[in-house]
T-cell receptor
Framework: DTGVSQNPRHKITKRGQNVTFRCDPI?????LYWYRQTLGQGPEFLTY????????KSRLLSDRFSAERPKGSFSTLEIQRTEQGDSAMYLC???????????FGPGTRLTVL | AQSVSQHNHHVILSEAASLELGCNYS??????LFWYVQYPGQHLQLLLK??????LVKGIKGFEAEFIKSKFSFNLRKPSVQWSDTAEYFC???????????FGKGTTLSVSS
């Protein structure tokens, strides 16, 4: 399968713990995006990278959230000191620079108890 | 503020009925417009996109959408729906190609056979 992959698919954690998610984009795509989706809402943009450079961050991305893409391939999204309000589906997408559209992965569902 | 509004939260149709899902956007400058679909248990898939040129764009599975600049609209249409079209549909907008997507809240389509 050559699509976007995300791991883990599900994560349950206790409030105050740190969690890290991984996204592997489509191999020839140099742009990678993170979104968050809660029930009944469309995805909300968090941040995106072109190669290893983080080009844009949403105001939604609090100081507890950090994303990296160290070698311009896979990316990680870390949430520190999780809160119950962080419970959501975290989506990753990738695209080429030509902007043919963003292709989404299956998401990581986070539940904070 | 940049936003996308989808008029219908839940649409229920019988097979062979025609479909039109409304989408209006608020965005300054050049826009790129998208419709994504999420089938039950699956991840978001790109249905169709508009970047420039012919305002009537055709996507996969017989869907089409029309960009009407004067109305800030990008409505999705299909002349005859099938049971397999049951899904959630999201309209999205971005500025320059490859930048962050702003999504609407989605419309759930239920098609009865």
């Amino acid at each position: 399968d050559t699509g976007v992959s995300q791991n883990p698919r599900h994560k349950i954690t206790k409030r105050g713990q740190n969690v890290t998610f991984r996204c592997d984009p489509i191999s020839e795509h140099n742009r990678l995006y993170w979104y968050r989706q809660t029930l009944g809402q469309g995805p909300e943009f968090l941040t995106y990278f072109q190669n290893e450079a983080q080009l844009e961050k949403s105001r939604l991305l609090s100081d507890r959230f950090s994303a990296e893409r160290p070698k311009g391939s896979f990316s990680t999204l870390e949430i520190q000191r999780t809160e119950q309000g962080d419970s959501a589906m975290y989506l990753c997408a990738s695209s080429s620079t030509s902007g043919s559209g963003q292709f989404f992965g299956p998401g990581t569902r986070l539940t904070v108890l | 503020a940049q936003s996308v509004s989808q008029h219908n939260h839940h649409v229920i149709l019988s097979e062979a009925a025609s479909l039109e899902l409304g989408c209006n956007y608020s965005y300054g400058g050049t826009v790129n417009l998208f419709w994504y679909v999420q089938y039950p248990g699956q991840h978001l898939q790109l249905l169709l996109k508009y970047f420039s040129g012919d305002p009537l764009v055709k996507g996969i599975k017989g869907f089409e959408a029309e960009f009407i600049k004067s109305k800030f609209s990008f409505n999705l249409r299909k002349p005859s729906v099938q049971w397999s079209d049951t899904a959630e549909y999201f309209c999205a907008v971005s500025g320059q190609a490859g930048t962050a997507l702003i999504f609407g809240k989605g419309t759930t389509l239920s098609v009865s056979s």
